[in-house]
Structures are given as C-alpha cells and as structure tokens.
C-alpha cells in the first residue's frame, strides 16, 4: 500500500494566534526578562516569542525606554506599602517602603541600570509615590519640601541599587571582578600622593548596601528639613503647566 503524504492544513483551521495588546507584551518582556536578564530583551527577541514582527510591538511602546519603563511599573507591584498605613515612626515606616522600593530592583540588575533614565508612570508607580508622599505630609513637611525630597529619595534609591547590582542575586562574574579590582587600588594607594584615601582604606567601600541605603536616606531627609528651597520655585521645563513629574 503506497502512503500518501499528509495534507497541507488549511490556514483557517490553524489556532489564531493572540492578539497583541500592551499589557500582553509587558508579561512577555517580564517572563523573558527573569529567564534570560533584561539585556537579552531586544524587540526582535519579543517579537519571536510572540510570533509576530517587531514593527508590530512599535504600535504598543514606543522604543525601549518606553518598554523598560513599563516592565519596572509592573515589578513596583511588589513593592510593599503595607508600613504606610502601620503604627510607628513616620521616618522609619517611609524607609522601610523605600527599601522594599529598593529589593525590587536588587532582584533585577539590568532593570536598576535603566531605571536611572527610565521613569515609570503606571498605576503602581503612582500607588508608590501617593504612599510616601502620605508618609511625608504625616511628617510635617511642607508640600514643596516634600515634592522635591520625594525626587531625591527615588533617585538615591534607584541609583543605589544600580550600583550594588552586582551583590544581588543573578551578579556576573565581571562585576564581582570590577569591584574587587575597585577594593584593591583603594587598599593599596600610595599615602604619599593619595593621603586621604590612604588613611580611610576600605572604610570608604565598607558597610552592606542595606546599612548604607537606610543611612543615606535618613541623610537625606533630615537634610530636607533645613536646607531652604528656592524662594521661587518655577514650573518643570517638561510641563508648562506646572504639573511637572511625579514627584515634582
């Protein structure tokens, strides 16, 4: 008996693919994101995974920027609030959200890097900053006080956490080199030509990134009660309006 090949399937019979939607591609980036690192996210990887062209995902996010905003907006779901609304210190409550703020991006250190530039703007973002501005006003801060020290804080904490990516979970081999290379010039400068450097040593690169973190925020906010502000403050050059950023 002489085998026939098997039919070609017609088109319509195959299952339909998906339809592509934003929240769909951020999901994606995420899943892609834990399995390989965020540096192996590139449009062209996304669109393989999701079975379709990269000039498609342009219709959903704009470029990367947009999409790595978008990813981190999802991760700050995870941040916890929960000390905004507990009993204690006011300070030490903002802190422990800054920190748990924090821990998210230590879990993803490419995410940390593009953070610095990447601003989010989606619903946990805000939930974030409406907690720890609530936690500022509990605080008595004034409000023009309390929108630019909220910048600061962000920023500290989100550079902090680029910066010690590498001693998170998911460090590479070349960062832990780069930063033993960075502990042994400090160790062993000349105190002829670097005296100062020489005289503190290691002391300059001691203390966890935990240690560190809480202590550099309560620099900052006890710097923000009084360091005066400009007696005129202008609108942000994004917003004419005057809404500005987030956190302005």
Same mark, same amino acid.
């Given at each position: =008996?002489?085998?026939?090949?098997?039919?070609?399937?017609?088109?319509?019979?195959?299952?339909?693919?998906?339809?592509?939607?934003?929240?769909?591609? #951020?999901?994606?980036?995420?899943?892609? =994101?834990?399995?390989?690192? /965020?540096?192996?996210?590139? =449009?062209?990887?996304?669109?393989?995974?999701? *079975?379709? +062209?990269?000039?498609?995902?342009?219709?959903?996010?704009?470029? =990367?920027?947009?999409?790595?905003?978008?990813?981190?907006?999802?991760?700050?779901?995870?941040?916890?609030?929960?000390?905004?609304?507990?009993?204690? *210190? @006011?300070?030490?409550?903002?802190?422990?959200? /800054?920190?748990?703020?924090?821990?998210?991006?230590?879990?993803?250190?490419?995410?940390?890097?593009?953070? !610095?530039?990447?601003?989010?703007?989606?619903?946990?973002?805000?939930?974030?900053?409406?907690?720890? /501005?609530?936690?500022?006003?509990?605080? +008595?801060?004034?409000?023009?006080?309390?929108? @630019?020290?909220?910048? /600061?804080?962000?920023?500290?904490?989100?550079?902090?956490?680029?910066?010690?990516?590498?001693?998170?979970?998911?460090?590479?081999?070349?960062?832990?080199?780069? @930063?033993?290379? !960075?502990?042994?010039?400090?160790?062993?400068?000349?105190?002829?030509?670097?005296?100062? #450097?020489?005289?503190? +040593?290691?002391?300059?690169?001691?203390?966890?990134?935990?240690?560190?973190?809480? @202590?550099?925020? *309560?620099?900052?906010?006890?710097?923000?009660?009084?360091?005066?502000?400009?007696?005129? !403050?202008?609108? &942000?050059?994004? *917003?004419?309006?005057?809404?500005? &950023?987030? +956190?302005?």
């Amino acid at each position: =008996m002489t085998a026939h090949p098997t039919a070609p399937r017609s088109r319509r019979e195959r299952p339909a693919k998906p339809a592509l939607t934003r929240e769909g591609i #951020i999901a994606t980036t995420v899943d892609l =994101m834990r399995a390989e690192g /965020l540096e192996r996210v590139t =449009m062209r990887r996304l669109a393989k995974e999701l *079975d379709t +062209g990269p000039a498609s995902l342009y219709v959903y996010v704009r470029n =990367m920027a947009e999409l790595h905003a978008a990813v981190l907006d999802e991760l700050l779901g995870g941040v916890d609030l929960s000390p905004a609304k507990a009993d204690g *210190d @006011w300070s030490d409550r903002l802190v422990r959200v /800054l920190t748990s703020y924090t821990s998210v991006l230590f879990e993803y250190p490419g995410l940390a890097q593009s953070a !610095l530039v990447a601003r989010p703007f989606g619903k946990h973002y805000l939930k974030l900053v409406e907690a720890l /501005l609530a936690l500022l006003d509990e605080g +008595g801060l004034e409000p023009d006080r309390a929108a @630019w020290l909220l910048d /600061l804080l962000l920023q500290f904490a989100t550079a902090t956490a680029a910066e010690h990516a590498h001693r998170a979970p998911g460090h590479t081999p070349q960062s832990e080199a780069d @930063w033993q290379a !960075l502990a042994t010039v400090v160790r062993d400068v000349s105190p002829r030509t670097h005296p100062h #450097i020489a005289a503190l +040593g290691t002391r300059l690169l001691s203390g966890s990134p935990q240690d560190r973190l809480a @202590w550099g925020f *309560d620099v900052l906010i006890a710097g923000a009660r009084h360091t005066p502000l400009p007696e005129v !403050l202008a609108p &942000s050059p994004v *917003d004419t309006r005057g809404a500005g &950023s987030a +956190g302005d």
